[in-house]
């Protein structure tokens, strides 16, 4: 009869019925312990065991091998107990004896492996019942925990009606050879002596890591068993925390939040995500307070502009034909209520509140450095190091793991460069579909049989334009996760942080554009390569382009902004919650009765919880830094975004807390010292915001015409103590003459018999058409302001960089002073120098 393999003395596996309930004894036996003698698997090994028997421990886990092939056991109905190392097989008469190997308890007759009263099961694998009636796929399950159960962990089994369950444990032995690897700081190692156990995160950590790296004999991982159907998927189990329970509710939406607790619990990476999160909408609230006054004010600008009033009273200047849909001429005065909308958030206090993001920005990012850096020390995470953890993990996996070098291929490079912009030039054609699809709409609604739509096209347009790019980013977002994981896959970073930070990068770049080219054109092209009346620019010499709004380009890029962030911000927050809601309710009523058994039901309510994956956490994160950008980088045109996102934040902060307690599975900790890659994301992001803004000032909005007029052609220059207001004749000043005798058929408008000239945007002739020296003049005042506004915003960035440290002097203090503390430890003692005087009294005492 083939011996059965022999395991680690720390791994074991026992079994479970349907019911719960414990195996079956065969021939009435049971184990028997001399006097003296204890069980290894009822008493878990002390933390503080000596380095010695840490490398024992390890030795035993990876050298020993099976003396013979064991068939496989059906798993319902063997009882696999490796701290005894003895166990009796189904289907056989004859006790099967396996002497352990070194120090052991003795044996005086064995049967039944009985379970310790005090199993804690972090991690469970599940596969369906269905596959314990394929044999192939009972041996690579049997396989794929033989060789768990080699490298020292525990398993056990309990099935239920529709599912198998396979609990994972770690031996203390496996925590043991972690510390021999990676030594903790000096603070947490002083709190994990005295602790009794090591923390969960870490042991969860630790065996998900091995799971998942895991290989059967055929070479097999974990993944490519979940494709074949042999397990199902794999999760850690959430346990009852009632103080997170507290905090993930609707009505804690403003308590504070228990950093400490959710670190202990999802760790350090998910309690940084919430650190940050929770500081940047506290940040929110003077940003949102300054940008509603900005707004606010211009309320005072509502009737006292001296430009609206020109515009409302302005009933004999008629506007040309704004394109083909508009075949009419209309009066100035009919945008009277647009002019006076427009002046809520173009006013003079723009230019200052874009300044003021500027420097909001750059101060928020200062504080939140220092903040982390306060809660890494005491976390005990400033000596941690993301390689060393990778590579003590690797090592507990596979002892013979050879640690894989840094590489760089210069044609890798190269094609994933050429790709990448290959999806950027993509991403900037679906913004030139936007504009096809305004032109085409813009025909559309004006042959519409709705009155309204033929009176208002232009914002009919706006409007469904803004939701077309809405949908258009949803499809592509899709489409740059699965661009951005082929091209990691295809650069083959080293480890898994590598691969995260690369994909971060590629994926946010993408995104990038995917959001914010429709704002790009829609700021800084839109009205500005249509040409003039009589001769416009044609899309395909059919459709002419679509013209900015009657008051300007800086209410369609309102419109936009307000739109998009609009439906960012509640569309997407009611999809995330009653997207997982309505899962898991729906995976409750198609679930089968809850067991008797306490465990198995425990199981069987993490099954079905939403599943998550190793995106969970990094799409929240790039839904933040996607609203980042909203709220920072065409804000000059917005000023309500910073408001929008408060708001938007203080549901989002419940909504992660909410999912990541009740409705999803647990999060796999991760340790963290920092955000990672995102930081950097967050600093470009402040950079590409002080560039935007300065150019939405100087080319959308109408600050810089307004600002020209006053100091070289307004009547107050005429008059040095004039009561006319300066502004007087800014609109006069800032509209071209075009006759309608050059239109090319003048017989299609509408009133045209009775008009021999109108108006329009823009500073040309009034009889050739070109450009003016007035518009060459203010391009130029343009782009100095753009340089100037800038320069001025970069070094107040740097200013206040400088001037708030990253690290607060506390913290490094500390630092200093522990370096200083383990210095004076290993110093040599100072060897005592003889005095005078005792050199004379050993000498005088000489015979």
């Not at 055929?218 to 074949?228: H, I, M, P, Q, Y």
């Not at 080293?494 to 829609?522: D, M, V």
């Not at 600050?703 to 008059?719: D, G």
């Not at 009034?766 to 518009?775: E, G």
């Amino acid at each position: 009869m083939p011996a059965p393999p022999r395991l680690h003395p720390g791994g074991r596996q026992t079994v479970k019925d349907e019911g719960g309930a414990s195996p079956t004894r065969k021939s009435g036996r049971s184990v028997q312990l001399l006097p003296g003698s204890h069980s290894p698997g009822r008493q878990r090994q002390p933390r503080n065991s000596s380095r010695n028997q840490h490398a024992e421990a390890s030795h035993r886990a990876t050298a020993m091998t099976p003396t013979a092939p064991r068939p496989p056991v059906p798993l319902g109905e063997a009882t696999v107990c490796a701290e005894t190392e003895r166990c009796l097989l189904p289907g056989q008469g004859e006790e099967n004896l396996v002497e352990p190997e070194g120090d052991s308890f003795p044996l005086m007759e064995i049967g039944h492996c009985e379970t310790e009263a005090s199993e804690q099961w972090d991690y469970v694998l599940v596969a369906d019942l269905r596959t314990q009636k394929d044999p192939q796929q009972m041996q690579q399950q049997w396989q794929f925990l033989e060789e768990l159960r080699r490298k020292g962990f525990h398993t056990k089994m309990i099935k239920d009606q529709k599912q198998v369950f396979f609990g994972i444990r770690a031996d203390n032995s496996i925590f043991d050879l972690y510390r021999t690897l990676l030594p903790e700081p000096e603070g947490l190692a002083r709190r994990a002596q005295q602790a009794s156990s090591v923390p969960v995160t870490t042991g969860i950590r630790i065996v998900n890591f091995v799971v998942q790296k895991n290989k059967t004999s055929a070479g097999k991982t974990f993944e490519n068993l979940v494709k074949d159907g042999v397990f199902e998927t794999s999760f850690p189990l959430h346990k009852e925390e009632q103080q997170l329970k507290t905090w993930a509710q609707w009505r804690g939406m403003f308590r504070k939040q228990p950093v400490n607790e959710i670190r202990d619990y999802f760790g350090e990476k998910v309690a940084l995500y919430f650190a940050w999160l929770g500081w940047y909408t506290y940040m929110l609230v003077p940003a949102a307070l300054m940008g509603l006054v900005i707004f606010l004010s211009g309320f005072s600008l509502f009737e006292a502009s001296q430009i609206s009033k020109e515009i409302c009273e302005a009933d004999n200047i008629l506007m040309c034909p704004l394109g083909d849909h508009s075949r009419r001429y209309q009066r100035l005065s009919e945008t009277c209520t647009f002019a006076k909308l427009t002046h809520l958030f173009d006013n003079d206090g723009t230019v200052v509140f874009a300044i003021f993001m500027a420097l909001w920005a750059t101060v928020f990012l200062e504080i939140w450095k220092r903040q982390r850096a306060s809660v890494v020390l005491l976390w005990h995470l400033y000596g941690w190091d993301e390689d060393q953890e990778e590579m003590a993990l690797e090592l507990i996996n596979c002892p013979s793991y050879e640690l894989r070098l840094h590489e760089h291929s210069y044609l890798r490079s190269t094609v994933i460069l050429v790709l990448t912009l290959l999806m950027i030039f993509l991403m900037i054609g679906m913004a030139h579909v936007l504009v096809v699809y305004r032109v085409l709409a813009s025909a559309l609604f004006s042959s519409s049989a709705l009155p309204f739509l033929e009176e208002q096209v232009t914002t009919a347009v706006v409007v469904t334009g803004a939701l077309v790019h809405y949908v258009t980013i949803v499809i592509m977002t899709k489409v740059n996760k699965l661009v951005a994981l082929k091209l990691c896959d295809f650069e083959k970073p080293r480890t898994f942080s590598e691969r995260e930070s690369k994909f971060t990068i590629r994926f946010f770049t993408l995104q990038f554009f995917a959001h914010f080219s429709s704002l790009i054109y829609i700021a800084f092209i839109l009205g500005r390569i249509n040409g003039h009346p009589g001769k416009s620019t044609r899309l395909a010499g059919l459709w002419k382009l679509e013209e900015c709004h009657a008051s300007g380009c800086m209410m369609d890029l309102f419109v936009q902004m307000a739109i998009i962030m609009g439906l960012k911000q509640t569309l997407s927050n009611c999809v995330e919650y009653l997207g997982p809601w309505l899962a898991h309710k729906w995976r409750s009523k198609q679930a089968s009765a809850p067991a008797r058994d306490p465990e198995l039901r425990d199981w069987q309510r993490n099954y079905l919880l939403n599943p998550v994956n190793t995106f969970s956490l990094f799409d929240e994160f790039m839904e933040m830094m996607i609203q980042y950008g909203f709220t920072t980088i065409f804000v000059a045109a917005f000023p309500l975004a910073p408001l929008l996102a408060l708001l938007s934040n203080l549901v989002e902060i419940r909504l992660d807390a909410i999912k990541m307690v009740r409705l999803q599975r647990r999060l796999v900790p991760r340790k963290a010292k920092d955000i990672g890659t995102w930081l950097q994301v967050l600093e470009t992001i402040g950079v590409l915001a002080v560039i935007a803004n300065g150019m939405v000032i100087a080319f959308t909005s109408e600050f810089i015409p307004r600002v020209v007029y006053k100091y070289r052609y307004s009547p107050c220059l005429k008059e040095a103590n004039s009561t006319v207001d300066c502004l007087t004749g800014y609109v006069n000043h800032s509209l071209s003459v075009f006759y309608t005798k050059d239109f090319q058929k003048p017989d299609g408008i509408e009133g045209s018999e009775n008009v021999t000239h109108c108006r329009y945007r823009d500073y040309r002739h009034p009889h050739h058409y070109t450009l003016t020296k007035k518009f060459w003049f203010l391009l130029a005042i343009r782009l100095a302001f753009v340089i100037l506004f800038e320069h001025v915003a970069l070094c107040i960035k740097l200013i206040a960089a400088w001037f708030v440290p990253d690290v607060p002097q506390s913290v490094k203090n500390s630092i200093l002073e522990k370096k200083y503390e383990k210095m004076k430890e290993r110093q040599p003692p100072t060897p005592t120098h003889p005095t005078s005087a005792s050199i004379f009294s050993a000498r005088s005492t000489d015979v």
